[in-house]
C-alpha cells in the first residue's frame, strides 16, 4: 500500500494557533488535523494519492461533506472526504478517525438516552458516563447534557428536507407507559433516496397507533419541511398508511412491498402442501421482465387457482397488482424499490437498542432513543457509496 506523508503545512497551522491562542485554540487545531487525519485515511483507503495514477486504485476521491460535530473542546466543522467509483459490492468509506474521535461523545449521549428511557438517576447515570468515558461526570452536567442532546435530535428531526425521488415507509411497536397502563405504540419511520441516489433518514416521529390521523400528521410533516419530487412510495397495506399517503401524496405511484404482500397470501392457501406453489407462482409475476408479461402471469395464475382455491384467487387478482407499480421504474431500481426491506437494518438497530430498556417510561425516551439511533446511520448513508445510479437504466 502506499504510504502518505501528513502535509507539515496543516501540522505548522495548528502548531501556530496553539501558540497564539492557547487552550482557547484547541477546537480549531484539533479541526485541522482532523481534517488532515480524513484525507490521509480517503487516500490510503483508495490506495492513491490525489491525481495519483496507480494500478491498485479502487476508487476516486469525490470532495467533502461538511458535518459539525460537538465535542468537548467545542463544536468542529469538518470536512468528511467522500468516494466515489467503487465495486457495488465494496465496503463503503467512513473515516475511521472520525469514528474513534466521536466515540467517547456517542458513548455519552446515547448512554445518557438509554439510561433515561429506563428511568435511572442522575447519579446513576454518572457512574455508567465515568465507566464508558473515562471521566468523572456530576449530576448538573447529565442533566445538562441530555437537554443539549434533546435539542440536538429535536433540530435534526426538523431539520429542512428537499427533493427526494423516492421514499419508503414503515412502523414498528415498542411498549411504553400512558396513562398509568402499558401500551404498544407505533414509531413510525420515512426514508427517501435523493436526486442523487443517496439515501436519508427523513424523519421518526412516536404515535400511539398506525390509524390514519397520526400516519397523516407525520407525513403532512415530512412536506412543510421541504419534501417534494417524490415518484414512487413504497410501503406495507397499512390501512391508516394507505389512507394518508392517498391525501398526502395523491398522484404519487404506490408499491405495496412485495415480500409482505407473499406473506399475506399464506392467509388464502387452502392447504399446508399449496404453500410452495403458490409463493414460487407469486414469485414468478415479481421478477418478470416487465409490466405485460407480469400482468399475463397473474392472469394466467388466477385462472390456475380458481377451482382450487377461489379465495386465494380472488385475493390475488384484487391484491398482487398492487405490488407492479414499481415495473415503472429502470431495471436497475426496481429490486431496491419493491420491497420495504431497506428498513429491515434500521429496525435491527432499533431493537438491538430497545430491548435492553424493553419498557419505556414514556413516548418522548422512545423518541430520543429511535432519534439518536437513526442520526447516526443516516449520517454514515449519506457519507457513503451511493444507493441508486439515477442515471442507469
Partial sequence: MT??????????????????????GMAGAIQLLMNEAMKIERSQFLEAGPYERSPDRIGYANGFKSKQVKTRVGELDLNVPKVRGLAPDAEPFYPSSLERGLRSERALKLSIAEMYVQGVSTRKVAEITRELCGTEISSQQVSRAAKLLDDELETWRTRTLGEHSYVVLDARYEKVRHGGKVISVALLIAVGIDVDGMRTVLGVSVSLSEAEVHWRDFLQGLVKRGLHGIKLITSDDHVGLKAARQAVFSGVAWQRCQFHLQQNATAYVPRLEMRPKVAADIRAIFNAQDLEEAERLLAKTVDAYHESAPKLATWMEENIPEGLAVFALPLSHRRLLRTSNMLERLNREIKRRTRVASLFPNEESLLRLATAILVEVSEEWETGRVYIRMDQP
Avoid: K, N, R, V
Fill in 3 to 24: 504510504h502518505h506523508i501528513p502535509d507539515s503545512t496543516t501540522f505548522s497551522q495548528a502548531l501556530e494557533l496553539l501558540t497564539e491562542t492557547g487552550f482557547e
